[in-house]
């Protein structure tokens, strides 16, 4: 395991579309590995591989609960419902919050680190991350939605 470098707002990898991981193998294993420990060193609850200069569509999460980090490749949005004004940041631009309009439900699917079909359900807070993440697969970031109050 390594932390990577968290590539910050300029950077143009984070204006890129990351591009759908064909097979599931121990180098991607490896990067997940590394995205979790990055993301638990900079105090994140999400983490996409464009933030670390990996155009691959990968992103982690961990709502520091019982279910511990999870990764998601190649997710896709599939439901969506109600929404929710919170604020958000971002490590790709520490120091700098806004409040973004996201849905309260979600349910994205994908695969998990053993190349599995997983579907992931959340509300809130997960929902609110999953949207995040997502977006920066698409070289979106937070900083484009804020909502100006």
Do not use: W
Not at 14 to 43: F, G, Y
Not at 97 to 122: D, F
Not at 125 to 143: Q, S, T, W
């Amino acid at each position: 395991m390594a932390i990577r470098n968290i590539r910050t707002d300029g950077d143009e990898v984070l204006r890129k579309v990351s591009k759908e991981v064909p097979e599931v193998n121990d180098k991607i294993r490896q990067l997940i590995s590394d995205m979790i420990e990055t993301m638990h060193d900079a105090d994140g609850v999400g983490l996409a591989a464009p933030q670390i200069g990996i155009l691959k569509r990968i992103i982690v999460l961990d709502m520091y609960d019982d279910e511990g980090p999870f990764a998601i490749i190649n997710p896709e949005m599939v439901y969506q419902d109600g929404e929710q004004i919170e604020e958000e940041g971002c490590l790709s631009i520490p120091g700098y919050n806004g409040m973004v309009e996201r849905p309260m439900n979600v349910a994205v699917k994908g695969l998990n680190e053993n190349g599995e079909e997983i579907m992931v359900e959340g509300t809130e807070l997960l929902a609110r991350a999953l949207c995040h993440e997502i977006d920066h697969l698409n070289g979106v970031l937070f900083k484009d939605k804020v909502i100006n109050e």
